[in-house]
């Protein structure tokens, strides 16, 4: 059973360029959360999606935006880099939107902004 | 806003140690709380959920309890090894439409052979 499927794992841009990070949820899973881990902290959280449709979001600006596709895969966007937004995306998946289950994490995608 | 906290930020231990790690949440409306473990640069693998209604998980030399009126979960650890050295981090399901999970910062544990 395939779990949670991040890529790239390692990725280094530019300040002003764009990037985007691809998930694919566990197998059974519908809703997919991005968050964000900088060096010795906890994720914080950036959104969610669930049925294709962004369901709540952290305190993260507009320059973050996602994408869920039908087989549930979700894409995170992050525009204009800025040398803060390098730390380490993870994606979640989970079953349904309300609390129920549980989360299961990628590897996560270590970005450098330069 | 739900904030969570872990105590203590680090932790050495000698092997066979039985040791308790400590989170604390401030809004005892959640969903569920889960323990999680994450290795240098990996990502995060889940160790136990624990639902709202319940008071306790186990999974081998794992025990998490949760006590939702004083805003505190423990996980206890028998017999520590080695390989358990890594960072432990809960997190708290809760807020409107339960969309996000808080996270402490983590408790980084050392078990010396």
């Known amino acids: 059973d395939a779990g949670v499927t991040q890529s790239p794992t390692h990725l280094i841009k530019t300040r002003g360029q764009q990037v985007t990070l691809r998930c694919s949820p566990k197998?059974?899973?519908?809703?997919v959360s991005w968050y964000q881990q900088a060096l010795g902290q906890g994720p914080q959280f950036i959104f969610q999606?669930?049925?294709?449709?962004?369901?709540q979001r952290g305190n993260f600006p507009d320059r973050f935006s996602g994408h869920q596709f039908p087989n549930y895969s979700s894409e995170l966007n992050v525009n204009a880099l800025l040398l803060g937004d390098s730390a380490l995306y993870l994606c979640?998946?989970?079953?349904?939107?309300?609390?129920?289950?549980?989360?299961?994490f990628g590897s996560g995608t270590r970005l450098t902004v330069v | 806003k739900q904030e969570v906290t872990q105590i203590p930020a680090a932790l050495s231990v000698p092997e066979g140690e039985n040791l308790v790690l400590n989170c604390s949440f401030t809004d005892s409306a959640i969903y569920n709380l889960q323990w999680f473990r994450q290795d240098p640069g990996k990502g995060l693998t889940s160790l136990l959920l624990i639902q709202s209604s319940q008071r306790e998980q186990t999974s081998g030399r794992l025990n998490a309890s949760l006590d939702k009126s004083s805003g505190r979960s423990t996980l206890y650890i028998a017999a520590s090894q080695p390989g358990d050295s890594a960072t432990y981090l809960c997190?708290?399901?809760?807020?409107?439409?339960?969309?996000?999970?808080?996270f402490g910062d983590g408790t980084t544990l050392t078990v010396k052979p």
């Open positions: 979640a998946s989970s079953f349904g939107n309300r609390g129920t289950t549980g989360y299961t």
């Open positions: 997190a708290v399901r809760s807020g409107t439409n339960a969309g996000k999970s808080t």
């Open positions: 999606y669930y049925e294709e449709e962004e369901r």
């Open positions: 197998s059974g899973h519908d809703t």
